[in-house]
């Protein structure tokens, strides 16, 4: 199935996920702070339209082990190409960031590094840990890849005490062969199986993007299986075409379906739900610990 054909025009952006940049000089503080300790975040790699909102309010979510990922998912706006070596410096240099942010809640997640043994589950680790001793009062969320269901890079990370496991599905699973064509719908939902299996009260966390062509029914079918996996938290958001090489947007959900989304995952016990256009997995994480 071919996700964008060259007759096809480019959907009307609508009214509701039009955003109005702030005028707030913490903007600039928050982008200055991450340049000067060389970090990077989703925030910017991923285009994130909720960057300004964030860096306003000096929040950011840390990418780490490089800005270039072993993989190329059709959504993503971050970039394959030639392997940055991990640097041992990073955890200490995100530690020093969430103390100069004053965080009260740290959202550190990562390219994914197929190339490593353990798909970076150690720096993951390090990370954690070098939050933990400058900030012993944070909280800190993980945003991790699969590690190609490597089960002992998922212990490794967990035994690392984050207050919250992420790993997102990100799209319903009849179209990971063209969204996430080196991933897999059941291992990246055995992440979340096996995260509550290793470390029960450590709450799991996942999300889906909306728009590439999924239907309501298959969406019902994803907060089936959240529900089944006892998902904590759960995110769904409106995909946002990055750039003209990137899937186009099918449909615009209007906020009352999201609305119905966030009802019907309730319905299913699910205990967290927050679904809006807007919504992203790390967006307003704070509300959820």
Same mark, same amino acid.
């Given at each position: 199935m071919s996700l964008q054909k060259s007759s096809e025009k480019p959907l009307r952006i609508p009214k509701w996920l039009r955003i109005k940049l702030p005028n707030n000089e913490n903007f600039s503080c928050t982008s200055s702070l991450i340049s000067d300790l060389h970090l990077n975040t989703v925030c910017q790699s991923a285009k994130c339209p909720n960057k300004w909102e964030c860096f306003s309010k000096n929040v950011a979510t840390f990418l780490i082990m490089g800005s270039i990922c072993t993989r190329n998912c059709a959504f993503c706006n971050i970039v394959s190409g030639d392997l940055e070596p991990l640097d041992p410096t990073e955890p200490n240099r995100v530690a020093e960031a969430a103390k100069r942010l004053e965080l009260k809640h740290v959202v550190i997640t990562s390219v994914t590094r197929d190339d490593l043994p353990d798909g970076g589950a150690a720096h993951f680790a390090a990370t954690i840990k070098a939050v933990q001793k400058v900030m012993p009062n944070c909280t800190i969320e993980v945003l991790i890849p699969d590690f190609q269901g490597d089960q002992d890079a998922l212990k490794t990370v967990l035994d690392a005490r984050p207050n919250v496991l992420n790993h997102n599905l990100e799209t319903v699973a009849v179209l990971y062969d063209d969204i996430r064509p080196q991933a897999n719908y059941r291992q990246s939902l055995d992440v979340l199986v096996n995260a509550k299996r290793m470390a029960p009260n450590i709450p799991t966390k996942s999300g889906i993007m909306v728009g590439l062509g999924e239907t309501d029914e298959q969406i019902m079918t994803v907060l089936d299986d959240f529900?089944?996996? %006892?998902?904590? &938290?759960?995110?769904?958001? *409106?995909? +946002? *075409?990055? @750039?003209? *090489?990137?899937? +186009?947007?099918?449909? #615009?959900? /209007?906020?009352? &379906?999201? %609305? +119905? #989304?966030? /009802? /019907?995952?309730?319905?299913?016990? &699910?205990?967290? +739900?927050? @679904?809006?256009?807007?919504?992203?997995? @790390?967006?307003?994480?704070?509300?959820?610990?």
């Open positions: 529900a089944a996996v %006892d998902c904590d &938290i759960v995110t769904i958001g *409106q995909y +946002m *075409q990055p @750039s003209r *090489q990137h899937p +186009m947007v099918k449909r #615009y959900v /209007e906020p009352t &379906i999201f %609305d +119905m #989304y966030a /009802e /019907e995952g309730k319905k299913r016990c &699910i205990k967290h +739900m927050f @679904s809006a256009p807007l919504v992203r997995s @790390s967006y307003n994480a704070a509300d959820f610990v």
